[in-house]
Structure formats: structure tokens, C-alpha cells
């Protein structure tokens, strides 16, 4: 079960105050404990207290990538997928290619093809998977277009748009066929 509670304080035109708490309930279970009656009263009473509490907070602010990087999708293969790394926590993150493209410095466009959250805590990665840039032309800069119902943070509030540029590594060009022979007769 999982349960969002807010508290933040609302600007007029609709936009929260940077103070805000956010708290969740993640997990909640109650165990019961079978009680044996001895000696009866007119007036019993049963206590109950909490016996493990943890708590997990999450940013309710502007969620920002701080650096992006090509990493290996399979076996030697580097030119198709993006690791986006954010400050805080990302959801919402699958189904969203539509709304990002990649240029390298010679204008060359590369649309996404697929996105997904890295399944490993903390959840700020998201690899972003495009069309082969094995060809790119220097740096390479993720765009991403923010629309209705794209990435959110961490309590699902929206993560406007951005472009991250990197240095990509281990691209290998496409072979191009040679030319074997010319004949002239």
C-alpha cells in the first residue's frame, strides 16, 4: 500500500512553495498477537504500540539530470543507449522516447526509441535508448520536451524540460564496404 500525504504552502497562481514535506507509507502491516485471558476482571483494557517504524523522505522539489553518459546496451554495442542521471528520485519513466531526441555538434538527430528507470536503489537513472549515433560527431546532447503526463520526481510532481551534453566513449563507426577491384577493358 502506498500512501502520498503533502503539505506545502500555495502560491496564487497554482505554483507550491519550495517548502513543502512530502511523506509516504510505503509498507504497513499489522501482526496480531493472540492473548490468553487468566484471572478475569470486570475492567480489562489492551494496549497496542508500534514496534518498527522507518521513515523515507523524498524531494519534493525541481528534479534536474546532472550528467548523461552511453553505456553498453550488449556485448560491445555503446552507440544505442544513454544513462541520464538525476539529482533525485525519477518515475513515470517508461514510454517516454517520444519526448526525447539527441543532436551531436554536426546537427545529426537521433530519436529515442525507449526509456526506462534503472531497478536499483537510488531511482535516478534513466536509460534513455535512441537510434544508432555509432557515427555521432562530437559531443552529444540529450533533449528532452516536457508534455503532459512525462517524467516526474519522486512524489510525482513534473520535471520540466533539459538538455544534458556528454562526451560520448567506445563508439565504433559503421563499416562501410571497400572497393575491391575496378576494371577498365
Same mark, same amino acid.
Do not use: C, K
Given at each position: 500500500?502506498?500512501?502520498?500525504?503533502?503539505?506545502?504552502?500555495?502560491?496564487?497562481?497554482?505554483?507550491?512553495?519550495?517548502?513543502?514535506?512530502? $511523506?509516504?507509507?510505503?509498507l504497513f502491516s499489522v501482526a496480531t498477537t493472540e492473548?490468553?485471558?487468566?484471572?478475569?476482571?470486570?475492567?480489562?483494557?489492551?494496549? $497496542?504500540?508500534?514496534?518498527?517504524?522507518?521513515?523515507?523522505?523524498?524531494?519534493?522539489?525541481?528534479?534536474?539530470?546532472?550528467?548523461?553518459?552511453?553505456?553498453?546496451?550488449?556485448?560491445?554495442?555503446?552507440?544505442?543507449?544513454?544513462?541520464?542521471?538525476?539529482?533525485?528520485?525519477?518515475?513515470?519513466?517508461?514510454?517516454q522516447e517520444a519526448k526525447f531526441t539527441v543532436t551531436?555538434? $554536426?546537427?545529426?538527430?537521433?530519436?529515442?526509441? $525507449?526509456?526506462?528507470?534503472?531497478?536499483?536503489?537510488?531511482?535516478?537513472?534513466l536509460w534513455l535508448d535512441a537510434q544508432d549515433f555509432?557515427?555521432?560527431?562530437?559531443?552529444?546532447?540529450?533533449?528532452?520536451?516536457?508534455?503532459?503526463?512525462?517524467?516526474?520526481?519522486?512524489?510525482?510532481?513534473?520535471?520540466?524540460?533539459?538538455?544534458?551534453?556528454?562526451?560520448?566513449?567506445?563508439?565504433?563507426?559503421?563499416?562501410?564496404?571497400?572497393?575491391?577491384?575496378?576494371?577498365?577493358?
Open positions: 500500500m502506498s500512501l502520498f500525504i503533502r503539505y506545502g504552502i500555495w502560491a496564487a497562481q497554482g505554483t507550491p512553495d519550495l517548502n513543502q514535506i512530502t $511523506a509516504m507509507i510505503s492473548v490468553f485471558w487468566h484471572n478475569y476482571e470486570l475492567e480489562e483494557s489492551l494496549t $497496542a504500540s508500534v514496534s518498527d517504524i522507518s521513515v523515507w523522505v523524498r524531494y519534493a522539489g525541481d528534479t534536474v539530470p546532472v550528467s548523461a553518459q552511453n553505456i553498453e546496451s550488449t556485448t560491445d554495442q555503446w552507440g544505442n543507449r544513454i544513462g541520464i542521471i538525476f539529482d533525485h528520485d525519477i518515475t513515470n519513466g517508461i514510454g551531436d555538434t $554536426a546537427s545529426h538527430t537521433y530519436l529515442g526509441t $525507449a526509456t526506462a528507470i534503472v531497478e536499483t536503489y537510488p531511482y535516478n537513472v555509432n557515427a555521432s560527431v562530437g559531443d552529444l546532447t540529450v533533449h528532452y520536451t516536457d508534455a503532459s503526463g512525462g517524467l516526474q520526481g519522486g512524489v510525482g510532481q513534473s520535471i520540466s524540460s533539459f538538455n544534458v551534453t556528454f562526451t560520448p566513449i567506445n563508439l565504433g563507426a559503421p563499416e562501410v564496404p571497400g572497393l575491391e577491384a575496378i576494371w577498365n577493358e
